[in-house]
């Protein structure tokens, strides 16, 4: 089993920056992928980003591409995502979550790739 613990959210103003971490309790050769989903208030939930453990492939949702940067760190059993110049729309509960089974890469931004979840943490962008 793998158990996802997600920190770094907090509130900031429009234009700043946070790092969210998701940090794996299993070892990591049982991963396949790790991605960042995002769920607002009386939304879906929403893919954000995805990383492949191996070759550490990425992916991202276009409304994010260009402002958050998706990385991994193998020592520490860790997916990190930066996100820089944040707007009040991206307000949101962030979750990480892992795929422990070798699915097709082109299901990565849905919800039905993943495993596991974390708990989420919440972001919050004042205008």
């Known amino acids: 089993q793998v158990q996802l613990v997600e920190s770094g959210g907090g509130l900031v103003q429009a234009g700043g920056s946070l790092r969210l971490s998701c940090a794996a309790s299993?070892?990591?050769?049982?991963?396949?992928?790790v991605g960042w989903f995002r769920q607002a208030p009386g939304k879906e939930r929403e893919f954000v980003s995805a990383?492949?453990?191996?070759?550490?492939?990425?992916n991202y949702a276009d409304s994010v591409k260009g402002r958050f940067t998706i990385s991994r760190d193998s020592a520490k059993n860790t997916v990190y995502l930066q996100m820089n110049s944040l707007k009040p729309e991206d307000t949101a509960v962030y979750y990480c979550?892992?795929?422990?089974?070798?699915?097709?890469?082109?299901?990565?931004?849905?919800?039905?790739?993943?495993?596991?979840w974390g708990q989420g943490t919440q972001v919050t962008v004042s205008s």
């Open positions: 979550a892992a795929s422990v089974y070798g699915r097709s890469w082109s299901g990565v931004r849905t919800l039905e790739f993943y495993d596991y």
């Open positions: 299993v070892r990591t050769f049982s991963i396949y992928a």
């Open positions: 990383i492949s453990w191996s070759v550490a492939s990425t």
